[in-house]
Structures are given as C-alpha cells and as structure tokens.
C-alpha cells in the first residue's frame, strides 16, 4: 500500500521554526518528486514548494521563498520542510505529496501529484 505520513506539525510563536517529515512506506521516493502543500480554514489548497526526484532543484511559493527549505533523504525515504520565521498567516493543514519524476526534471507546484499524505496541523500563534 502507497503511504505517505507527515509529522511534526504544532503551535508555534510567530518568529519561531518547525521542520515537518513526510515518510514514504509502501515505494521508495528516489524516482520521485515531492511536493509540499498547505490550506488554511475556508481556502483553496496552495503550493509551498517542491523538490524534485534526486534532490538537485527546489522551487517555492514567493509567499516563502527565503523562510522555508524542502529538503530529503532518499536512503531514509523521507522528505523535510523546514520552516524558519513563521507567520500567523503559515497557519495551515500541511501535505506531502509524491509525483513520478524519473527523469529528474524541475518540479512544480501547480500540477496534480499522484500521491498525498494525510496532512499535520501547524499552527503559529502568540
């Protein structure tokens, strides 16, 4: 079974980091790229970023370029987003999601991945 499990969402203080984990069981990432996505109460789904199969590009959302970093681990079939300088507004459900990327070409955000995790609530709050 394709499974995708993402971790470490919670509250945080504006200003403060997180680094969520997205965790593939079922197929290996390596041939895959992997997307990060957020909705908040009452909006549409939006890309954060993504990174593609072998890990040599990332692009982001202009709403966090600078703050947060998509990084993974192929060995550990694990995907990160780090979240650095967050802002009320980052409030959201977070999910990965895997889409096939043989061929290692540059990712996008605005198109439809295959697979998709179950989301982690992160919340910035004072």
């Known amino acids: 079974q394709l499974q995708l499990v993402e971790s470490g969402g919670g509250l945080v203080q504006p200003g403060g980091s997180l680094r969520l984990s997205c965790a593939a069981s079922g197929f290996t990432l390596d041939n895959y790229a992997i997307g990060w996505f957020r909705q908040a109460p009452g909006k549409e789904r939006e890309g954060v970023g993504c990174i593609d199969s072998h890990g040599g590009s990332a692009n982001y959302a202009d709403s966090v370029t600078g703050r947060f970093s998509i990084s993974r681990d192929n060995a550990e079939n694990t995907a990160y987003l780090q979240m650095n300088s967050l802002k009320p507004e980052d409030t959201a459900v977070y999910y990965c999601?895997?889409?096939?990327?043989?061929?290692?070409?540059?990712?996008?955000?605005?198109?439809?991945?295959?697979?998709w995790g179950q989301g982690t609530q992160v919340t910035v709050s004072s």
């Open positions: 999601a895997a889409d096939w990327n043989p061929l290692s070409t540059i990712c996008s955000i605005l198109r439809d991945y295959e697979h």
